[in-house]
């Protein structure tokens, strides 16, 4: 059900409040850009920092903004399964194509309580869900044995997979079978994440640079593993410049850079430090994103 490039959309401020004039038009670049879907309420759209009211709202306007061109899943986890149950309802109730779950985080549940947590959510709401296994930001890792029992979940189709490690992503696979669909989580893995079997990619890049995105997940799946070499290389230099800092640190001061919209973000994230400036600059030059002052 879930397959190919899906963005990781920032979520726009200004003035302290969520902009949604800004937000609706990186919604239009992604859909005219040919994107799978979008990904609201996630790491890299601040969803830590959001109140309910504006997680519910922010989930609504992509739903609403989308009106069905592109997939929408809405991220909807939360370290409470009660939260979490209710606003995958909600994602559910305002026409979402599914729900991102990332893992409780702080909490740091056993794999029982993991499994626990994620079957609550999957009895409760009748939505395709995807797990989001991210050990760097939640302080746990859901391991692939984990990851077979839940594959077995009603609602639960796939993962979006962030621990870095190709090998669990391999034994996911192998341990899950086809019927389960895995994503990348990490920009500079998706190439190999799809030679071993994954499907698709969430990305944070595609903020900035869906097309070649596209094409390289395409040209994944179609067999033609030099093109997809190719732009992965051409990719790379803007994928490292978006991990200079935190995500999403860089990617807002990119699309403030663009002029797309501001760059402001909600504490306790700060602004982009003065010397990852150039570096940050310079991957947009190279992307053809910025104009060559030098040129």
């Not at 306007?61 to 997939?71: D, K, L, N, Y």
């Not at 962030?162 to 391999?170: F, I, T």
């Not at 990348?184 to 499907?199: F, N, Y």
């Not at 990617?251 to 602004?271: C, F, H, N, Q, Y």
């Amino acid at each position: 059900m879930f397959e190919g490039t899906y963005t990781a959309l920032v979520t726009p401020f200004s003035g302290g409040e969520i902009d949604y004039q800004a937000l609706g038009e990186l919604i239009e670049r992604q859909v005219e850009a040919g994107v799978t879907g979008v990904v609201p309420c996630g790491s890299t759209g601040e969803s830590a920092t959001l109140s309910h009211e504006e997680h519910e709202r922010l989930i609504a306007f992509t739903v609403e903004r989308a009106s069905g061109r592109v997939q929408v899943i809405a991220g909807t986890g939360s370290n409470s399964t009660s939260e979490s149950v209710r606003l995958t309802r909600f994602a559910k109730q305002q026409g979402a194509t599914g729900a991102l779950l990332i893992a409780p985080y702080y909490n740091k549940p056993t794999q029982e309580g993991l499994y626990a947590h994620y079957a609550k959510v999957a009895e409760s709401v009748d939505l395709p869900q995807l797990v989001y296994n991210i050990p760097g930001r939640s302080a746990v890792n859901i391991t692939p044995e984990t990851m077979a029992r839940l594959a077995e979940l009603p609602h639960v189709v796939g993962v979006k997979e962030a621990s870095g490690s190709l090998d669990q992503v391999s034994r996911i696979i192998e341990a899950c079978g086809e019927h389960f669909t895995v994503l990348s989580g990490d920009d500079s893995l998706t190439l190999p994440i799809l030679a071993v079997g994954g499907r698709g990619v969430i990305a944070v890049v595609s903020n900035l640079a869906p097309r070649p995105l596209i094409e390289l997940v395409q040209a994944a799946h179609e067999g033609s593993w030099p093109r997809a070499r190719q732009l992965h290389y051409q990719l790379l230099p803007l994928m490292r410049a978006l991990g200079l800092e935190t995500n999403p640190i860089p990617v807002k001061a990119a699309i403030g850079l663009l002029g797309w919209a501001s760059d402001e973000l909600r504490l306790p994230l700060t602004p982009l430090r003065e010397a990852c400036h150039a570096p940050l600059r310079a991957a947009l030059v190279q992307a053809k994103l910025l104009p060559d002052v030098k040129g």
